[in-house]
């Protein structure tokens, strides 16, 4: 089956490219374009419309030949030959029109979207820029200040605003192929519009490069990719076309060559091949058209929000009326915050939380295929939840935790069929993080995990499985590397020092900025609970436990890692001196820390711990653990991931 197929009817050229499951701009469909230029430009049309079979126009290169040798013919030149054509070619935008792909349609000369497609320059996420010509047709057919967002953000438009922006010329409202028969007509008598390329920029505010750079900088968090693209930008205002595009292609080719596009590519892949186990669990998994939540705090209310707005029915479940209705509001508040920052429509923020329910009865779950419960951290409490939920439930009913650390094999002891038991760890914000880890205890079924693998899809979020151990995947590591940054403490580092080294890395928050957040109680009441059973040998640093002693509990108290009187997070100097007296106390003498020694020590305790969970079975794979840090604890996606980063290094 060709890739690209022509065809000549009613004097208009059609091209078609049919590369399941996107149309990606492989070598053979740059071939099959190329081709269908040369046959078109003999052939008695007027104008051609080039459109995709199926949902995607084109969704982008294919990202397997990146990182490659580029084999002819080359996009560029492809891209030449469409907008060189002596009739006008109409893009016929059915759906996805992502990187190569809009600058497919860019080289066209007049474009024609359905109203569902989606547009955008995504290049920068796998670390390159557009490398045909993108960076310098866009701005002579948006804004320049569009054009900087959509390419330095990488986040793709609809069509809607597609058309605002001047990107597309028409919306298709009906039948998008007939109305672009109908502008191709329109076009052939009217005369060929000109290509981009041969406009002139759109007339826009002056940019202030340096003040876009310095902020693009600050948001980049030392990825390359966005800068260079607004560079080239700058090229495509300033310059004659030629050498702007030139300057974007020789941007693009060392990019596509660098270690930070190779480590996005890695990450693009790890992601896609992320929860193997739910892809093979071979069972029809819960209908999650209806699902229970018990617990309604700063997790369960966010997880109902998720599901709410994924289109499912919630009940939630609270200790007593009050608190059902503070957990209600809690929705409610989450949901409007999102409705005014435009992540979502007010009428869908209306419906979605007309599907919210709360009782106090755990009787009201009935008909709930799946519950999950997000109560206090606390076993006690967890599995008196469950031994109610087991007594109450059908059979067939999957029931899963969002425990942070507790043994999910102790709690599903309390049901008479555990292998409907499992876990299912969000992360905060539960509506807006895309990482969920689905643990699988010792009994979870095929079913239990095929709701996690169906759970995960219906949110829309990344799914990785993970074992039963003291914090699954991520927490566990990031415990372990906590424990190790406060031994840095204790033999001379201080908390700002660590945090600017991580910031520096790439990270979005150091960690005792990221502690200060979200509280030190939560960890204060763990170690405390885990006292007992260390060894006496074991290193172990008394800080933490000193600054909540202090009641330093974070920012909730005005205090923590750091001083916030003023607003802002200030070096504390009671937290110095408990520092410099458990220093004092351990016999270890103060030396200075660079940020380089900083990360390296950093990594070295996230790969160590990943090697452990990875040889213990905890995670599938060194891609999940990479995929967790990343999309779960703020690991730079740049850099590829702790695992990653240690197998290059070999
Ligand atoms: P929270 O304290 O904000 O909320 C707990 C809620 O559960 C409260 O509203 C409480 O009234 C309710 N509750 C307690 N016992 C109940 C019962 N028997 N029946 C019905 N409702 C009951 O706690 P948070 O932070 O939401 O944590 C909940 C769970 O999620 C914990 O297991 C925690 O470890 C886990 N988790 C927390 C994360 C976080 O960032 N806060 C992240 C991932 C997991």
Redesign the pocket.
């Known amino acids: 089956m060709a890739e690209v197929t022509v065809d000549v009817r009613d004097g208009l050229g059609w091209v078609t490219i049919d590369n399941p499951p996107v149309n990606a701009l492989g070598r053979a469909v740059r071939q099959g374009l190329w081709d269908a230029v040369a046959t078109l430009r003999d052939a008695d049309v007027r104008a051609v419309v080039l459109t995709g079979a199926g949902r995607a126009f084109v969704a982008g290169a294919d990202i397997r030949e990146l990182g490659q040798t580029p084999v002819e013919p080359y996009l560029p030149d492809v891209l030449a030959a469409i907008a060189d054509a002596p009739v006008p070619w109409i893009a016929a935008i059915n759906g996805l029109a992502l990187g190569g792909g809009l600058e497919v349609a860019m080289a066209c000369h007049a474009r024609i979207a359905a109203p569902s497609a989606k547009l955008g320059l995504p290049e920068v996420n796998i670390g390159i820029i557009p490398g045909s010509g993108g960076t310098v047709r866009l701005p002579r057919l948006v804004s320049m200040a569009t054009a900087i967002k959509l390419v330095t953000s990488g986040k793709p438009i609809g069509a809607q605003e597609a058309l605002e922006s001047g990107l597309v010329d028409r919306l298709g409202e009906g039948d998008l192929l007939a109305e672009a028969t109908a502008m191709a007509k329109d076009l052939a008598a009217s005369g060929r519009p000109e290509p981009a390329l041969a406009r002139d920029l759109v007339a826009g505010d002056p940019i202030d490069w340096d003040a876009q750079a310095a902020q693009l900088r600050k948001r980049s968090r030392g990825a390359v990719a966005p800068l260079e693209a607004l560079a080239s930008l700058k090229c495509a205002a300033r310059d004659p076309v030629e050498v702007a595009l030139a300057g974007e292609r020789e941007r693009f080719l060392w990019l596509a060559a660098s270690e930070e596009a190779a480590a996005l590519r890695h990450v693009f892949f790890a992601e896609r091949g992320a929860g193997q186990a739910l892809k093979q669990a071979e069972a029809v998994p819960a209908d999650l058209s209806r699902v229970g939540v018990?617990?309604?705090?700063?997790?369960?209310a966010g997880i109902a929000t998720a599901l709410l707005l994924a289109g499912s029915y919630v009940c939630l479940?609270?200790?007593d009326d009050a608190?059902a209705q503070t957990?209600k509001t809690r929705v409610a508040d989450t949901i409007a915050a999102s409705v005014k920052r435009g992540a979502i429509a007010a009428t869908k923020g209306e419906s979605a939380l007309a599907r919210l329910g709360t009782d106090t009865e755990y009787a009201a779950l009935r008909d709930c295929p799946l519950v999950i419960e997000?109560?206090?951290?606390d076993m006690g409490?967890k599995r008196?939840?469950f031994t109610k939920l087991d007594a109450v439930m059908p059979a067939e009913a999957i029931l899963a935790t969002?425990?942070?650390y507790l043994d999910v094999n102790l709690l599903a002891e309390t049901t008479k069929d555990p292998s409907r038991i499992l876990g299912l760890?969000?992360?905060?914000p539960a509506h807006v993080m895309k990482l969920l880890e689905v643990v699988r205890g010792e009994a979870t079924g095929a079913r239990a995990l095929a709701t996690g693998g169906a759970l995960a899809k219906l949110l829309r979020k990344i799914p990785v499985v993970a074992g039963v151990c003291d914090g699954f995947i991520g927490n566990r590591i990031m415990a372990a590397y906590r424990r190790d940054c406060e031994f840095m403490l204790e033999e001379g580092a201080l908390p700002h020092q660590i945090d600017a080294a991580m910031q520096g890395f790439g990270f979005a928050m150091g960690i005792y900025a990221v502690q200060d957040m979200?509280g030190l109680d939560i960890a204060w009441a763990q170690r405390r609970a885990r006292a007992p059973h260390r060894a006496p040998e074991e290193r172990y640093a008394h800080i933490a436990d000193r600054l909540c002693e202090a009641g330093r509990l974070g920012r909730k108290t005005g205090k923590g890692w750091y001083d916030y009187a003023s607003g802002e997070a200030e070096v504390a100097p009671e937290v110095t001196g408990i520092i410099e007296e458990e220093s004092a106390k351990a016999g270890r003498t103060r030396k200075v820390f660079t940020e380089q020694e900083i990360i390296t020590r950093i990594l070295a305790t996230m790969q160590r711990e990943g090697q452990a969970v990875l040889r213990e079975g905890i995670a599938e794979s060194a891609d999940d653990i990479d995929v967790v840090m990343i999309t779960g604890y703020g690991f730079p996606r740049h850099k590829g991931g702790p695992m990653y980063m240690a197998r290059c290094a070999d």
Do not use: D
């Open positions: 018990i617990g309604g705090g700063t997790m369960g479940i609270e200790r608190a957990a997000a109560v206090f951290e409490v008196e939840v969002n425990t942070s760890h969000f992360f905060s979200s």
